[in-house]
Nanobody, 126 residues
Framework: QLQLVESGGGLVQPGGSLRLSCTVSGFPLDYHAIGWFRQAPGKEHEGVSCSSNHGGVTNYADSVKGRFTISRDNAKNTVYLQMNSLKPEDTAVYYC???????????????????WGKGTLVTVSS
């Protein structure tokens, strides 16, 4: 069965950087879209970034564009999220999710994603 495991979260100061990783097992990632979503305390899920078309197409929320970069290594079945210039408002649990078919990932719609990891906590604070 398909499983997703995130790693790389932690505590960083404002302006710092982190790189999150998500490794997918039990299913080939290459032909499917995978994205990052986050949930801040007391907030709804927010789409952060999506990688589709074998990694050839990327999408970002306006709030992170220019600061975050999504990439994937299909041979390793792994997707990454490089986060730079972190702000306190980036504090959240970050989840990776896979979409089997459709365009929910490209539009950063969490309700259409099919499989989810358990999340990794990112805290941005001085």
């Amino acid at each position: 069965q398909l499983q997703l495991v995130e790693s790389g979260g932690g505590l960083v100061q404002p302006g710092g950087s982190l790189r999150l990783s998500c490794t997918v097992s039990g299913f080939p990632l290459d032909y499917h879209a995978i994205g990052w979503f986050r949930q801040a305390p007391g907030k709804e899920h927010e789409g952060v970034s999506c990688s589709s078309n074998h990694g050839g197409v990327t999408n970002y929320a306006d709030s992170v564009k220019g600061r975050f970069t999504i990439s994937r290594d299909n041979a390793k079945n792994t997707v990454y999220l490089q986060m730079n210039s972190l702000k306190p408002e980036d504090t959240a649990v970050y989840y990776c999710a896979v979409e089997m078919y459709g365009s929910s990932c490209a539009f950063l719609r969490y309700s259409g994603m099919d499989y989810w990891g358990k999340g990794t906590l990112v805290t941005v604070s001085s």
